[in-house]
Each structure stands twice: as C-alpha cells, then as structure tokens.
C-alpha cells in the first residue's frame, strides 16, 4: 500500500495509540497538540485535560490492545511501575465458585500521567511520527476532499486526518452533527496519597482498590505505581455541601471518619502529595465519527476517542473506549486502505453498535442515582440501571457471569438483559443494595458546616 500521510490532532491515549500504530504499518504520522510534551525537568501538568491527575484504572481491555499494536508500551509500563491486576471476574465472591484464571485479563493500576508519559516517550521515538506543537483551527478542504489541517497559520497537508481532540476539541464542530445526551449531573473530587516505608496498602474489594456505596455518594480507593493511591468521592454536582471536598482538610478530615478509608489514609501509614482536585462539568455524551452530512460528504477526516464518547469518568471506561475505537480503526484501515468513504462508513456502523450503548447505559445509570440521592424511590415499572442489576449479585450469585462481563466490559450492557428481569423481581420482594460502613451524605455535610464555622 502506498504510504500516507495522516494528521492526528490530540496527543492524548487515543492519538497516541492510533499513530503508532499506522506508523509502524509505513504511514507517515503528524500529531498535532498544543501541549509540547514533559517539560526538561520532569515536570508535565497537560493544561487543558482535566483527568490527567484525577485517578484512573487501565481495564484489561486496554492492555490487550497495548499487547496487540504495541507490546513495547505494554512492557514499558510494567518497567515504570504499573501494576498487572486481575479483571472483576477473577475476585473471590460468597457463593460463587466460577471465578476466572486471576493471570487472565489483566489490566494495570497506575497513575494516568506514568501511562501517558510512557505512551509519550514511545511516540516520539517512533520512526515515522512526529509532533506539531501548535492549536489545529481548522481543516483543510476543497471540493469535498480534505487534504490537511490548519495549525496556526499553516496549512499540514495530508491524506488523512483525525480528529483525537478530546471531549473539549472544538475546531470542527461545525462539520459535525450535535452530540447524543446530556449533562451527567456528577462532580468529583479526589486525592492522591503515597504509602509511608513499612506500610501496607488498606483493604481491597474491586480491581482499582476499594469502593464504597454510601447513603447519598460514592467513595473509592485507586491503588496505583510508586506505592501511590486516590481517594475519589462521587457526588451529585448540584450537591453545594459535598462540593467542599475540594478543600484538602476537609477531604482529609472526611476520609478519616469512612472505615473502608482508615487504614489507607491514617497519618502512620499515609501521606498527602498532592492537594484535593475536583471534576465537574462531566457527559455522557455519544457524537458519530462522521460528517454531519455523512461519510460520503467529506471524505478524509474522522473522529476517535473522547470526540466520539464521553462518559462520566468515576467507571472508568475512557481510555477503554479510546483505545477500544483505535484498534478497531487501525483495522478497518487495514482492510480498506484509503477508501476513506468505506473506512468511514464502516467504523460509524461499529461505533454505533460497540460505544454508544455504553453512553446510553451511563445516562440510564446516572439518572436513576441522581433521582436516588434525592431520596426518591427505585422506579420498579421501567427497566433497572445497570448498576442496581450488579448490586443483586450478592443474593442471586448465578447472574455474576453476566455481572462480570458487564463490569469488565467484555461485553455491551445487553448482556444484562436476561439478569435484568431477575433482579427486579428481587427488588420487588423487597431487596435493596448494601451501603457500606460510614457517614450518610448529611452527616458529611454536618461535619462539614462544622469545619467550616470553626474555620471562620
């Protein structure tokens, strides 16, 4: 196949993956982004990407496709401490005895800015890739073909383009059709500690570290590289009160009074390296990969990654999603080469089937917590969200097959759909999810008011 030249704007995961890959298939790569890269000192703070120092779990689906396209990168971040951890299916449960092989599906916990600084690094010593520093304005076009991309005031010529910008890229809404979805109505707030010499990590329940379901909020731990971790809260943006989490002594303050957060945080064991950050301003949004007008309307350019899928990010699915999307892409391409009105029309159809039930799943989902953190009532006479069908796993251990691939997310949120039925009936009978151990969301609001009037 003849080389091309292909312009990738957004160095993040998804733009990294992708022009890697098509570089070591003999395409010449251009990424194109504002943010230069790790400074000479080590230094890198990626203005502009929120989640960068927010924690993240890598799901197995992620370094499986690291394993395929890039097994350098996959052995480079074990080199620079991420840790292989068994996916959900591989976690001991009471009544179940089917639990998966734990060196199956293995994904990594590690902080977000190790596995882009490794992905980074590989990137810019790939033959064939290099990088633009600058902001993409707009693209290049003429009689429906696009043949580069705008970065400043120059025009980069190429056969292909890409648009990897992120859920804030802006430079080509408007050949795109609006987004499907809405505001997710969730904030966060998270922390990032690290183990004293000595001491053992805290108590662990899910493959990131450890999660708490409270009356009226979420609390996580994310155990990382480097002995390092984050406490996550997950509230209702709207809740004013918990919105306080962003301040570094009431976060602190907080964590102390959750059991499953004592013994990670307690100053004998842990301590604070960075101050409590928050997250708002968080969709679910789903935006085809394709021009407003169709594939067959511009031909040359296409969406991928957080352009494509935003979901809110306390699950943890998008950098899945991005690098799910990018090997699929590379694929596609290998099959039709640069008839880039079939790549397109084929990778819309796939997104359409393999990423926007994820969004809908999540807006299902964050609706239904929402209208449960104002203390309205499980809607029994509509479908239940995902989240409460897992919950039921605890007394009906047959559906955790079906519960696992979900959470794992071997499969789309379809696979529910038998355990569905089953766990409404138990809510019906009267079943309700567990809360864990710790202080309802008035009670941390209390002990919040409290803090705040001490503090003047």
């Not at 996916?87 to 800015?113: K, N, Q």
């Not at 990778?347 to 239904?368: A, E, G, Y």
Request: charged share 25%; proline share 7%.
């Amino acid at each position: 196949m003849t080389q091309r030249s292909v312009a990738i704007v957004g160095a993040g995961p998804a733009g990294l993956y992708l022009g890697m890959g098509l570089a070591r298939r003999g395409d010449r790569v251009t990424i194109v982004d504002r943010d230069a890269g790790p400074d000479q000192d080590g230094g890198w703070t990626r203005k502009g990407v929120m989640q960068f120092l927010h924690p993240h779990y890598l799901r197995p689906q992620v370094r499986d496709a690291l394993l395929a396209e890039l097994p350098d990168v996959a052995d480079a971040l074990v080199e620079a401490g991420a840790v292989l951890t068994p996916g959900m299916s591989a976690l001991p449960r009471p009544g179940w005895s089917g639990a998966a092989d734990p060196t199956d599906l293995l994904g990594y916990r590690v902080r977000r800015s190790v596995f882009e600084r490794v992905l980074r690094q590989t990137a810019a010593d790939e033959p064939g890739v290099s990088f633009s520093v600058g902001a993409a304005r707009e693209v290049a076009q003429a009689g429906g073909v696009v043949h580069g991309v705008v970065v400043g005031d120059t025009v980069l010529e190429a056969d292909l383009v890409i648009d990897a910008s992120g859920r804030s890229g802006r430079f080509t809404d408007d050949l795109r059709a609006p987004a499907e979805g809405t505001d997710s109505g969730i904030a966060y707030a998270s922390r990032q500690y690290e183990l004293l010499p000595g001491a053992e990590p805290g108590p662990f329940n899910s493959p990131p570290g450890w999660r708490g379901v409270l009356d009226g909020y979420f609390a996580s731990i994310f155990y990382q590289d480097a002995r390092t971790f984050q406490i996550l809260y997950v509230r209702a943006a709207a809740d004013k009160a918990l919105a306080h989490l962003r301040d570094s002594e009431i976060f602190d303050k907080v964590s102390l009074s959750i059991p499953g957060l004592q013994d990670w945080i307690s100053p004998d064991r842990a301590k604070p390296v960075l101050p409590a950050m928050s997250g708002a301003g968080l969709y679910d949004h789903y935006r085809r990969p394709v021009p407003a007008k169709g594939s067959a309307s511009m031909a040359g350019i296409l969406w991928l990654g957080d352009a494509v899928v935003t979901t809110n990010p306390a699950e943890g699915r998008g950098v899945t999603t991005a690098l799910l999307q990018a090997q699929q892409l590379l694929a596609i391409l290998d099959d039709h080469g640069s008839d880039y009105v079939a790549v397109s029309e084929r990778f819309d159809h796939w997104c359409q089937d393999n990423m926007r039930p994820w969004v809908m799943d999540h807006i299902h989902r964050d609706t239904s917590l929402l209208a449960r953190w104002r203390g309205e009532p499980i809607d029994l006479s509509q479908r239940l969200p995902s989240d409460l069908v897992c919950a039921v796993a605890e007394v009906e251990p047959s559906l955790i097959p079906a519960i696992d691939d979900y959470l794992d997310m071997r499969e789309r949120p379809d696979v529910l759909d038998e355990a569905e039925p089953i766990a409404r009936k138990r809510y019906q009978a009267g079943f309700r999810p567990k809360v864990s151990a710790g202080p309802t969301r008035d009670e941390v609001a209390d002990m919040i008011e409290r803090h705040l009037a001490v503090a003047g």
